[in-house]
């Protein structure tokens, strides 16, 4: 298998909601990383939005997406699919995870914040895959030692994160190259995981208005992922596969995914990062 690693950016409030209730107030949240609780995109939400994309924006006709795209026969109806004719996708999605997360600022509009997991974690799944070159970033970004104040790759210093008193400072030796900027956003603070994890748990929530036969019925409430976060999946292929899926999203794409499309959620840009 080759495998390939892409990077969304939320581009509007996005919700990919887990189907599930929670016990408090909020009515709709999103998916979740079981261990982390960061969020996340399932894959098969990626995989049922980049195949919607591929049919609605692209053009491209059923037929052809399930055997030269390589998504598989898609099941039309609740009828078990035909033994014979049924064909297997070509090519293996894996979950989106956070990469990183805007938190407001005092000094800046936001930054985008990670943690010592993440970037752990990224470099621990990119290499089982053999994917190695952003290894030397990611080193120097787990070296960091975030264990007091967030360290600011942006050089902003005394900044105050969410409203908390969380302090940023600067570090000298860490280069903001264009590799980390690829990955985590151009204004990347490190704070350590702690801090991260609490801060992590506050999504937004936006009050809804459930409408019937045009007349409103109640509110509910909706956790969204913001706007500029960023989250990094792999896909993978067989080596002998043809190549045409990776030509189509292989360069900056803007897709849909999760719910209410309509009312400008779930705008993402793609973009391959090997």
């Known amino acids: 298998m080759e495998y390939t690693f892409y990077k969304i950016k939320t581009l509007s409030n996005t919700h990919v909601g887990s189907g599930q209730n929670s016990y408090g107030i909020v009515d709709n949240i999103v998916q979740k990383d079981v261990l982390t609780e960061y969020p996340c995109m399932n894959s098969t939400s990626l995989k049922g939005a980049l195949r919607e994309w591929m049919e609605k924006e692209l053009h491209i006709d059923i037929p052809n997406l399930e ?15 035909d033994q ?21 600022s005092n000094k800046v509009q936001h930054f985008n914040v990670t943690c010592p997991k993440i970037i752990s974690d990224l470099k621990t799944n990119l290499n089982l895959f ?16 975030p264990a007091e104040k967030p360290i600011s790759l942006a050089g902003t210093e005394n900044a105050i994160i969410e409203m908390h008193d969380i302090v940023t400072m600067k570090k000298d030796g860490l280069d903001n190259s264009d590799k980390i900027k690829s990955l985590f956003g151009n204004n990347l603070v490190i704070m350590n995981d702690d801090q991260f994890n609490k801060l992590i748990k506050k999504l937004p929530v936006i009050t809804r208005n459930n409408l019937e036969n045009g007349q409103s019925t109640n509110l509910f409430y909706e956790e969204v992922v913001p706007r500029e976060t960023y989250f990094g999946f792999l896909i993978g292929c067989k080596n002998d596969m043809d190549i045409k899926f990776d030509s189509e999203i292989g360069v900056n794409k803007l897709f849909q995914i999760g719910a209410n499309a309509t009312v400008g959620y779930g705008c993402c840009e793609l973009t391959k990062l090997n």
């Open 84 to 104: 014979k004719t049924n064909q297997q996708g070509t090519h293996n999605f894996f979950q989106a995870n956070l990469l990183s997360y805007p938190m407001r």
């Open 130 to 145: 053999g994917i190695t070159q952003f290894d030397s970033e990611l080193d120097n970004l787990i070296n960091a030692n």
């Open 67 to 81: 055997s030269i795209y390589g998504f598989g026969n898609k099941k039309k109806d609740k009828k078990e699919v």
